[in-house]
């Protein structure tokens, strides 16, 4: 019955997903991007090269709308749809951004909702994310207020900087401390510049693999460019080698969480029907277009 009137696009991005609801004059160009020859992903711009609009395509589906003030993100709406959630509704964050007088962000304040409203899934609320910046480049968040509690969490991250001002590494650490402790980010990654000071290799130094064995990411990204120092590809290469890798500790985990770590573990390490050997090469390219209201302004949506 959930069947009746759908369509293939529906499937792609849910129908409880906005289209696209920047006024046409506001947008100067759009990106896409695509993987292994499929379209995930496109984004609009507008003439200061600013996200208007972000939509992800796929079984699980998203899209994110930013507003400005005086050069400055104010506002972001989120809306995502799950692989496994009923159709015709999504999750709604909508995020305030507020700065100090360097115009550094230093809090985050999100309320939660669903589409339909009257949608009894227990999503609702909202908390605050508090911001500081320390002396040797680290961003410290706190969160409190309805959701989490202050001081139950963990969240820091690090960049790190080359004399051109060029990021060279990235430490993220994210640990739920209640009601166990719970890593949910732990990474290092690096970053390599070509000559001419444009991005040639990311790559992990250290990923923690989690209890569901899911990769921060492709352990090595090498960028192509076109003629305009625009990123038009990018390779990306997945590993099961764990040199770079580090496994939960399953020491104080009991069985019956322990069988479901174990076929995570199998399916990273050989795949099956649920997931995916973690052993790939993926090619994302990207195609540039300038925004034409004729034949952008309807949103071109893959099957």
């Known amino acids: 019955m959930l069947l009746a009137g ?14 696209l609801q920047s006024p046409g004059d506001s947008i100067a160009w759009i990106r896409t991007k695509w993987r ?25 589906s998203r899209k994110v709308l930013n507003f400005y003030e005086k050069d400055m993100l104010v506002k972001s709406i989120s809306y995502w749809h799950g692989d496994s ?34 949608n009894n899934s227990g999503i609702g609320g909202g908390y605050t994310v508090a911001l500081r910046y320390t002396t040797t480049g680290d961003t410290v968040k706190t969160s409190g ?12 991250e690090r960049w790190e900087r080359d004399g051109k001002a060029r990021i060279t590494s990235h430490f993220k650490l994210y640990i739920l401390h209640k009601p166990q402790n719970d890593t949910t ?65 399953t020491t104080q985990i009991p069985k019956p969480e322990m069988d ?3 076929k995570c573990r199998k399916g990273f390490f050989e795949g099956d029907g649920y997931f995916p050997k973690n052993e790939k090469v993926d090619i994302i390219e990207y195609r540039y277009e300038q925004f034409d209201p004729q034949t952008h302004s309807n949103l071109n949506i893959p099957y």
């Not at 499937?11 to 997903?17: A, R, W």
């Not at 015709?88 to 669903?114: C, S």
């Not at 207020?145 to 820091?156: C, K, Y």
């Not at 492709?218 to 990123?231: A, C, G, M």
Request: proline fraction near 3%; charged fraction near 30%.
């Open 185 to 249: 980010d732990f990474f290092t990654r690096k970053y390599a510049y070509d000559v001419d000071g444009k991005l040639k290799m990311a790559w992990f130094g250290h990923m923690y693999l989690k209890r569901y064995y899911s990769a921060a990411g492709p352990d090595t990204i090498w960028y192509s460019y076109d003629k305009q120092n625009r990123v038009v590809k990018e390779r990306h290469r997945y590993t099961t080698n764990m040199r770079n890798k580090q496994e939960i500790d």
């Open 145 to 156: 207020a309805n959701v989490i509690e202050p001081g139950n969490i963990t969240d820091i």
């Open 85 to 118: 959630d009923e159709l015709n509704t999504a999750g709604v964050d909508t995020t305030w951004y507020e700065y100090d007088k360097n115009a550094r962000l230093v809090v985050e304040k999100h309320r939660h909702g669903f589409i339909p409203k009257n």
């Open 6 to 19: 759908c369509d293939n696009a529906d499937y792609s991005l849910d129908k409880s997903i906005p289209r």
């Open 260 to 262: 479901y770590i174990r």
């Open 36 to 60: 292994n020859g499929l379209h995930i992903e496109t984004v609009f711009y507008d003439r200061q090269n600013r996200v208007l609009e972000s939509f992800n395509f796929g079984r699980s």
